[in-house]
C-alpha cells in the first residue's frame, strides 16, 4: 500500500481527549487492535494524512475496529490536489469490518476522512490506498 511510509506524516484533526493512545498514526500501522477514535460524545470527526510527497491512487481502503461494533454510518473523503484545492472524491455509506472506496484515479498531497454520521464515537483502525493500474474505469 501506498500508505506504508505516512506513520509519521499523519495528523489528527479531531477534537479528542485521548489522542496519545488512539491518535491517526495508528490507522496506518499494522496492527488490527489499534485504532484510532474520539472523545465518547463525538460521533462526527475529520483525520486528516499529509503525505511527503504527491501520492497518485484509484482505491481507499477503510477499516472500522469491530470489537468495539460497526458505528459509521455515512463518510466522505477528500484529497487536496496538487494546485491546493479539496476536493470531494468519495461519498460513502457504512464501513464495517473493511471498506474499498473505488475512486477515480487522482493525485494528491493530502487526504481528509470526514465521519458524517457515527452511531457513537468513531473507532478507525486502518486507512490504506491503493493504486489498481489493472481494471479500467
Known sequence: PITQNLKNRTQNTSLSAN??????????DTSYHSYWTVADSVTSAIVTMSFPGQVTFNRV????????????????????????????????????YKRIALVPMCTAKALRVHIDESLACPVLNRVALFRDDLLKE
Open 61 to 96: 481502503m477503510l477499516q472500522e475496529y469491530i470489537p468495539l461494533v460497526q458505528r459509521v454510518s455515512k463518510f466522505h473523503i477528500d484529497i487536496l490536489t496538487p494546485d491546493d484545492v479539496w476536493k470531494t472524491i468519495a461519498t460513502e455509506t457504512t464501513i464495517g
Open 19 to 28: 489522542v496519545q493512545a488512539y491518535g491517526a498514526a495508528n490507522l496506518l
